[in-house]
């Protein structure tokens, strides 16, 4: 990066940059000359990415997608957006609908209404309005709204997303540090396709530089695709665990979700998130998570952007070493 191309001025307006995927495609952007606004409902939670960017670069400002009028002021002047913001776990006035479907809608209209056309909206693999999953709807809805009233906007549906600071293979590296058991909800069958959150970044930075076809879903995914499983097995040997892998039908799995999200509710923040699950959680796992062969025939995915997407048995272990007894200092030959 060069100051040359921090002064040609191009201003990107980043919903949702402040979180795990945020992170790096804020780095992303400022690597390849953006200034960049992240928008965040807490600006202060977004500090941390200044040091990313040159002086100046990079700041952050505050939005909330429930609120159109600071979808607007958080737009001017921008030449690009991109739109982040998802949930997992619905807390308070931040739903499903609210922030996935209604959210993406009302930045949709404010993006249109700001005279942009440079709009790449992160979605997900499995987004279906029929979905049994109130995520997986949600997230077609967003979709819907953003065809509907962006019709140039680019769509990524990403898979499973690891990286150091991922809320997947953290979190059951976690779980097997402190339970004897770990759950293989529908027996592990479910397929999944990990990508790298840096491969993300960069196919957002190629997108916003005109890479990418406009109107169009591209489906990303890594360079394996393992089932459940499979990849749980990944993570107990990569951390030297040795845990009972025990297999739960889909109705029993929603009974223990719905007892891990009463003693949540009821814990006052004391129940280990680690242990977290809810009933949609648990939906989504019926549904393989891969790329589909559409999306691939057709030119829809990372290799779209020349991207050859890293591998999470490569990447993974790295991170994961830290929940090893003795941690990333483990005397690997005295226990061959």
């Not at 249109?112 to 709807?137: D, K, L, M, Q, T």
């Not at 293989?184 to 076809?213: C, E, M, R, S, Y």
């Not at 796992?285 to 995915?301: F, H, I, P, Q, T």
Request: proline letters at 6%; glycine letters at 8%.
């Amino acid at each position: 990066m060069t100051n040359a191309l921090v002064k040609t001025g191009r201003l990107v307006t980043v919903f949702g940059g402040s979180g795990f995927i945020g992170r790096h495609v804020v780095r992303a952007l400022a690597r390849d000359g953006w200034r960049v606004r992240v928008a965040a409902r807490r600006p202060d939670l977004a500090f941390h990415l200044q040091p990313a960017g040159q002086v100046g670069q990079i700041h952050a400002v505050q939005a909330n997608l429930r609120y159109p009028q600071s979808l607007a002021l958080a737009l001017r002047n921008a030449d690009a957006v991109v739109n982040l913001v998802g949930i997992m776990n619905p807390i308070g006035k931040q739903q499903f609908s609210s922030i996935q479907a209604e959210g993406a809608r009302a930045l949709a209209t404010a993006t249109r209404e700001a005279g942009i056309h440079n709009f790449v909206h992160i979605s997900a693999i499995g987004a279906n309005p029929n979905s049994s999953s109130v995520y997986a709807r949600t997230k077609a809805q967003g979709e819907a709204a953003i065809h509907e009233i962006l019709p140039e906007g680019i769509i990524f549906r990403p898979s499973i997303v690891f990286g150091p600071e991922d809320n997947f293979f953290n979190r059951f590296a976690a779980m097997a540090r402190v339970s004897p058991a770990l759950p293989l909800i529908g027996g592990g069958k479910t397929k999944l396709q990990p990508v790298f959150v840096g491969d993300v970044a960069k196919a957002v930075t190629a997108a916003l530089g005109g890479a990418a076809k406009a109107g169009t879903t591209y489906e990303l995914g890594g360079p394996e695709i393992r089932s459940l499983r499979q990849i749980l097995e990944f993570i107990l040997a990569t951390t030297e665990r040795q845990r009972l892998l025990v297999p739960l039908p889909f109705p029993i799995a929603k009974l223990l979700a719905l007892g891990t999200e009463l003693a949540e509710s009821l814990s006052f923040g004391l129940f280990p998130s680690v242990f977290s699950l809810t009933r949609d959680q648990v939906e989504l796992l019926r549904y393989d998570n891969v790329v589909s062969e559409l999306a691939k025939n057709e030119g829809r995915s990372l290799a779209a952007f020349g991207i050859v997407p890293e591998s999470f048995e490569t990447l993974a272990p790295p991170y994961l070493y830290r929940f090893r007894k003795a941690g990333q200092f483990t005397d690997q030959s005295r226990m061959a």
